[in-house]
């Protein structure tokens, strides 16, 4: 899937299907918040920081539901669409990647998020 940047450069980003296993772990084992908005849970860059400098940018972008293939490895930037603080799934963090993924024509990644939404809201009742 392909979207353009605010420069006019087409990103184009796969779903990290280790983000979304590692999502589905944290969601069955509870370890999801539900009642914090995704602007007040949402990592600071120096947390981002440390999450990079403690497990790398392959740890890093296990928090994220996008990937952008072609980007450098050793970037924050080769990756997309967060869903949790590093410790946990955010509900509100799902919504938001849903929702920019369909605004950006990346579908395969909103459907990731919408199963791992539905299945939090299951883990839920």
Same mark, same amino acid.
């Given at each position: 899937m392909a979207c353009e940047s605010n420069l006019g450069a087409v990103i184009a980003y796969r779903v990290n299907k280790a983000a979304? !296993?590692?999502a589905r772990k944290l969601i069955d084992a509870g370890e999801y918040d539900d009642s914090t908005e995704w602007s007040?849970?949402?990592? =600071? +860059?120096?947390? &981002?920081?440390?999450?990079?400098e403690q497990h790398g940018y392959d740890g890093f972008g296990e928090?994220?539901?996008?990937? *952008? &293939?072609?980007? =450098?490895? &050793? +970037?924050?930037g080769r990756y997309g669409f967060p869903y949790g603080d590093f410790s946990k799934v955010n509900r509100a963090a799902l919504i938001?990647?849903? *929702? /920019?993924? +369909? *605004?950006?024509?990346? *579908? &395969?990644? !909103?459907?990731?998020?919408?199963?791992?939404?539905? /299945?939090?809201?299951?883990? /839920? =009742?």
């Open positions: 979304v !296993a590692k007040d849970a949402a990592p =600071s +860059t120096k947390q &981002e920081n440390d999450e990079v928090w994220h539901l996008g990937l *952008q &293939e072609d980007a =450098s490895k &050793e +970037t924050k938001h990647a849903k *929702q /920019r993924a +369909t *605004q950006n024509n990346h *579908q &395969e990644i !909103a459907d990731a998020a919408d199963d791992l939404l539905q /299945r939090l809201d299951d883990k /839920r =009742s």
